[in-house]
Structures are given as structure tokens and as C-alpha cells.
């Protein structure tokens, strides 16, 4: 056992932190948090934490705003004790699409929370497939953003005999992230035109299609769903062209609005997704991909 080392971890990421912490065999301590009724919270970490290198897992999903306060706290208490964050790993870091201004007058939410987050000396900070790589330049520290890619792969290449078997990504922004999947099975890959309206939020993706999927079976991969809008839009068009059997590998299923229903009325047969957030589709452990990540 490291013992000048702990690792910490609550809900949702309790599980991964607590197999992070057996596979470096490193003592796991749960965070206390406590609700009040006006909505403020309260954390509580059981003991002296000074002189210790600490590993913090903590996804921001769900109720993410909550979750994001409740990590400045983690971190505030940390600098309390004079706590090493060696590794903070946010497995699914909420406000990553607000990576730019795309109306006027809005705030680039993922700077500022790098800039909080900065704040906090720390040595690594890691999380998977973050939506836009390019925003960990707004981090200080050393980051590693971990591909979900070739786990999500593997499980389809264990699970599924797929014939005839493409890969799209239902946007020009994920092609690199179909190609990699697509690169595991040497199989072609294809994107939608996809646009959402700034305004309101609603996705339109273009129903004529510049390439053949009659009879093909699909796999759609994308980095997130959220409503599952650009999933359900997708698999209708690919159904309408007379796509065989479609399935979806994504890293963070976030399943809001009844999205799971909707996506599989629009006919899509299986949902895989990461445990970054577990859920009934999170068949895809990223553990052990974590741990190897880390600087130790
Ligand atoms: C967008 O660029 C992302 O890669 C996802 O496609 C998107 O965020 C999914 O959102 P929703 O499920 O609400 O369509």
C-alpha cells in the first residue's frame, strides 16, 4: 500500500475512483456531501490530509453546476491541508462545447473554468475525450485527454459480428473520432452535415447523402449525447436510406429528455457508452485506462 497516498472520490464517480484506488492499491476515502434545504452544500473528507499525494475523481454529471461548486470545495479543502493534487480527473467535463464564442456577448465557460480550476496548484489534470482538444491549453498543469475510442472499438468488436460495417460521425467536428473507431476494423467512415441553430438549440442534418448505406449496418460515433437530437435525426435519415441495423458508441451518455427512448424508436438497436458516466448504457470500463494514464 502507497500510504503517502489517497485517493478520493463520491457519487457518480465513486465506483471508477474506488477501482483506481484497488488497482494502485492505494487507500480509498469517500466525500461527505450534505445538502441543505435552501440548496447550499457541504463537503467533509475524513482526516489529515497533509503530507498526502492525492488522486480526486469526480465527474460532473449530473447536476453539474452543484458538482463544479462542490469541486472548488474539494480543492479549497485540499489547500487547507497543504494536499499534493497529483491527478484531478474529471472523466466528463461538463461546459467543454462552451469552448468559443459563437453568439456575441457570450463567455467562454470552459476558459473560466480552467482559470478556476488553475487556481488550485495541480501537477495532472486528466479527462476523456474532451469535446474540443484545443481547450486544454487553458490549463496550466500538465493534461492528458484519454480516447475512449479503442475501448468503445473493442467492445463492438467483441460483441457485434457487424457485416458491411460503416462508421459515421453525425458532424464534420467528431470525423476524427469515427475515423479512429473506423481504423480499428479497417472499415469506411462517413460524416453528416449537421448545424444546429445558435438560438435555439435545434439540430438539422442535411437528408441527402453523397455515399451508399442500403443494407449496411451503421455504428454513429460521437463524443456525447445529450438530448440525443443529432443521434435520432441521424438514424432517421440513415434509416430512410435504407440503412441495415444501426447501433451508437459514444463516450458520455448523458440520456436527458427520455433520450434513450427516442433513440431507439428512431431505430437504433444498442446504445454503448463509457462508465465516465454510469448509466444502463455504460458498458465500457475506462478504470484501467485512468490508472495507466497517471503519474504516479
Ligand atoms: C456536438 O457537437 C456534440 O458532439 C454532440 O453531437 C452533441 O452535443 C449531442 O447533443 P444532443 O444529444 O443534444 O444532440
Not at 487507500?27 to 434545504?37: A, L
Not at 487547507?80 to 467535463?93: A, F, G, K, W
Not at 474540443?132 to 468488436?157: Q, V
Request: net charge neutral; with cysteine.
Amino acid at each position: 500500500m502507497l500510504n503517502d497516498w489517497v485517493v478520493l472520490g463520491d457519487l457518480p464517480s465513486e465506483n471508477m475512483a474506488k477501482n483506481i484506488s484497488k488497482n494502485l492499491n492505494i487507500e480509498f476515502k469517500f466525500i461527505d456531501v450534505t445538502t441543505f434545504n435552501d440548496g447550499e452544500i457541504k463537503i467533509r473528507i475524513d482526516g489529515d490530509l497533509s503530507k498526502k499525494k492525492c488522486i480526486l475523481v469526480q465527474s460532473l454529471f449530473p447536476d453539474v453546476n452543484n458538482k463544479f461548486i462542490q469541486l472548488l470545495m474539494i480543492l479549497f479543502r485540499l489547500k487547507q491541508d497543504n494536499t499534493t493534487l497529483r491527478n484531478l480527473v474529471i472523466p466528463y467535463l461538463a461546459y467543454a462545447r462552451q469552448d468559443k464564442m459563437f453568439l456575441p456577448g457570450e463567455a467562454v465557460t470552459i476558459k473560466m473554468m480552467a482559470d478556476l480550476l488553475n487556481f488550485y496548484s495541480l501537477d495532472n489534470f486528466i479527462t476523456v475525450d474532451i469535446h474540443n482538444i484545443s481547450s486544454l491549453s487553458f490549463f496550466k498543469c500538465n493534461t492528458i485527454n484519454i480516447s475512449a475510442i479503442p475501448y468503445l472499438a473493442n467492445y463492438f468488436s467483441q460483441k457485434y459480428k457487424l457485416k458491411d460495417c460503416i462508421v459515421i460521425s453525425p458532424d464534420i467536428g467528431g470525423r476524427m473520432r469515427a475515423e479512429h473507431f473506423a481504423s480499428f476494423g479497417n472499415v469506411p467512415v462517413y460524416y453528416l452535415n449537421k448545424t444546429r441553430n445558435r438560438l435555439s438549440g435545434e439540430v438539422k442534418i442535411e437528408d441527402r447523402l453523397d455515399f451508399d448505406v442500403c443494407n449496411k449496418d451503421i455504428i454513429i460515433v460521437d463524443d456525447m449525447i445529450s438530448t440525443g437530437s443529432s443521434i435520432v435525426k441521424a438514424s432517421k435519415i440513415l434509416k430512410e436510406n435504407g440503412a441495415n441495423k444501426i447501433y451508437v458508441a459514444c463516450t458520455h451518455a448523458l440520456l436527458l429528455d427520455n433520450a434513450m427512448n427516442k433513440i431507439k424508436q428512431s431505430g437504433v438497436i444498442d446504445i454503448i457508452s463509457t462508465n465516465s458516466i454510469p448509466n444502463e448504457c455504460s458498458k465500457v470500463d475506462l478504470s484501467d485506462a485512468i490508472t495507466k494514464s497517471m503519474q504516479i
